[in-house]
């Protein structure tokens, strides 16, 4: 069994910062990528951003939060970060993490899902 789970979440006003944590457990014998998705209501999901592990070289950012967010991961604990500064209302959304596991030797990585944290960003 393998658990991802978000925290960090919740109401911040316009211009300020969260910082949005994931952490993978259970059976994994390697990660090799994780990454931040985003829902907001009557939107498709997209991608915020994502970074390889254990490298963690050449972080994806999507154009809308270039500069604002930085994504890190602690390889050590199987966490990945998003520190979100500058926020704006349209950052408001459910942001949902995902990390790319292989739980054997053989075979290949298994894309997992959290169950979402609620950024809220008020105007």
């Known amino acids: 069994q393998v658990q991802v789970v978000e925290s960090g979440g919740g109401l911040v006003q316009s211009g300020g910062s969260l910082r949005l944590s994931c952490a993978a457990s259970g059976s994994i014998f390697s990660i090799n990528y994780m990454g931040w998705y985003r829902q907001a209501p009557g939107k498709q999901r997209e991608l915020v951003a994502g970074?390889?592990?254990?490298?963690?070289?050449?972080?994806y950012y999507d154009d809308s939060v270039k500069g604002r967010f930085t994504i890190s991961r602690d390889n050590a604990k199987n966490t990945v970060y998003l520190q979100m500064n500058s926020l704006k209302p349209e950052d408001t959304a459910v942001y949902y993490c995902?990390?790319?596991?292989?739980?054997?030797?053989?075979?290949?990585?298994?894309?997992?899902w959290g169950q979402g944290t609620q950024v809220t960003v008020s105007s």
């Open positions: 970074i390889l592990i254990p490298s963690g070289g050449s972080p």
């Open positions: 995902t990390a790319d596991i292989k739980t054997s030797v053989v075979g290949t990585p298994v894309r997992y």
